[in-house]
């Protein structure tokens, strides 16, 4: 290795931004992904959590040591590889390395292989070892692309005059519903529940700075085993004072649109190795304000025709909330996010703002995902007179001792106001084409999984 000391100098490089160095000798630092060898070649593939990158390594162009270190490396071993950038149009990067050195951190032992290979794998395998699951390049794709969903959802509420306010974690009541609280013991002050919503909270956050968000965990105890419900996922609210109905689909249009556009500019490559191909993309460009808008009457009136005409199995009933087959129906009429808004306000919370047209209705909004991917935005506006909010709260049977705090919102220079809570897991699922939410968390907490 007599080029060793000199290439051991060569400067660092990722290699997503690796063909900033065309032509010069890098070193990548990651992980042997993959290996082939064909006489006196050998081909890895190297990652490093940016991207993968394949090493050509001729046998008489390297010393023996670094030849016979390769050819007997075991997958996943960690690695530092130095060579020289080329460009080539048939890698999926675009480069290859011309590899020139090789120095081995941690050897992965032959007698305990890394447990994933490339061969297919059933998913509760794969779950079970989430932790080694995610270093794979489709895996790695998707937590890259969420990172992204998470970081423009908050930049268009920063750029937008929003005040981020974090709400508690640990609250004295339910916000949604009372059957899906994970409940725990507060010292001497009895119970406490893990949050379904900031909702609440950042309502008063709203009176007082006017437009606000937040974004955090929030945690729903659903005995619910569907490929969109996780027990603990992230959910990004904003809450806007004298904000109506009106006003928050538009917030609500501009805003996904925002989010998916800044998947577009930045991913296509990710969303090629997710999904296999670039249709995902060409439908993701349509993503767009402004998106149509539907009343529950009016979805209704789709389904009863799609049932005439045989296109949906079951009869939707009217005053009952859409099913999952019911939503896949109504979204697959159009190539944008849905907004069904005005549900009989007796299937949504106890909060909504009844519809002065017609009081059996609820000034609410559910955005549904295109291709089926149902709900991923739900909203309303919140009442706002004092003695139908209390009315509501006994209605429900909510302990009202609990929602003192909250009546003051309605007593103090109360306003119509309205807000909305974007579950991250759902939108990283759709606009990642995933069959289930469980592979859009790092680690995915569901009713029977809470390992690794
Ligand atoms: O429709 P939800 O229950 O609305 C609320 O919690 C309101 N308090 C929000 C607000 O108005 N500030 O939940 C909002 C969104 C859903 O549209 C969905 O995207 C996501 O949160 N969500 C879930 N995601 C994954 N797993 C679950 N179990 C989810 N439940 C809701
Ligand atoms: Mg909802």
């Not at 190297?46 to 008489?60: E, H, L």
């Not at 549900?343 to 059996?360: G, I, T």
Request: charge should be negative.
């Amino acid at each position: 290795m007599s080029t060793a000391s000199e290439a051991s100098l060569a400067p660092l490089s990722s290699i997503a931004t690796i063909g900033q160095h065309e032509g010069e000798t890098v070193r990548v630092r990651g992980w042997l992904y993959n290996l082939r060898a064909s006489g006196k070649l050998l081909f890895p593939i190297v990652r490093d959590g940016s991207g993968t990158i394949q090493g050509i390594v001729p046998k008489a162009a390297v010393s023996e040591e670094v030849f016979e270190t390769l050819k007997n490396l075991t997958l996943e071993s960690s690695l530092t590889i130095t060579g020289t950038v080329r460009a080539d149009s048939r890698a999926p990067s675009g480069f290859e390395l011309d590899v020139a050195d090789v120095s081995v951190t941690q050897r992965v032992p032959d007698d305990q292989p890394f447990p994933i290979t490339l061969k297919e794998h059933g998913t509760d395998f794969l779950m079970e070892r989430r932790h080694l699951w995610m270093r794979t390049p489709r895996q790695s794709a998707i937590l890259r692309v969420r990172a992204t969903i998470m970081r423009a959802a908050q930049e268009y509420f920063d750029t937008n005059d929003f005040v981020r306010t974090d709400p508690p974690i640990l609250t004295p009541a339910a916000c949604e519903g009372t059957s899906e609280l994970f409940e725990m013991k507060y010292f001497d002050e009895g119970n406490a529940y893990l949050t379904q919503s900031g909702q609440l909270y950042i309502e008063a956050t709203a009176l007082a700075l006017g437009k606000v968000y937040s974004f955090g965990p929030t945690f729903r105890a659903e005995k619910s085993k569907t490929r969109r419900h996780l027990t603990e996922f992230w959910m990004i609210e904003p809450e806007v004072a004298y904000a109506d109905l009106g006003d928050l689909m538009v917030l609500a249009e501009e805003f996904l649109s925002h989010i998916v556009q800044t998947v577009l500019a930045k991913h296509r490559a990710d969303l090629k190795t997710i999904t296999g191909g670039d249709e995902k993309a060409a439908k993701l460009e349509k993503i767009q304000a402004p998106f149509p808008r539907v009343s529950y009457d009016e979805a209704h009136a789709m389904l009863e025709e799609a049932f005439s005409k045989g296109l949906v199995e079951n009869r939707h009933t009217y005053g009952d909330d859409f099913g999952s087959p019911d939503e896949t129906y109504i979204s697959n009429q159009f190539d944008r996010p849905v907004m069904v808004h005005r549900y009989p306000a007796a299937v949504k919370a106890f909060y909504m703002q009844p519809d002065p047209a017609d009081a059996s209705k609820a000034l609410c909004v559910d955005v549904l995902a295109p291709e089926g991917y149902g709900e991923i935005i739900g909203g309303s506006q919140r009442v706002d007179s004092y003695d139908l909010l209390k009315q509501r709260i006994l209605d429900h049977g909510l302990p009202l001792e609990s929602f003192e705090w909250y009546l003051d919102l309605r007593r103090y220079g109360s306003v119509p106001h309205s807000g909305f809570g974007m579950g991250i897991e759902r939108v990283v699922a759709w606009v990642c084409g995933l069959e289930h939410v469980r592979e859009t968390i790092p680690f995915a907490r569901t009713l029977n999984r809470i390992y690794p």
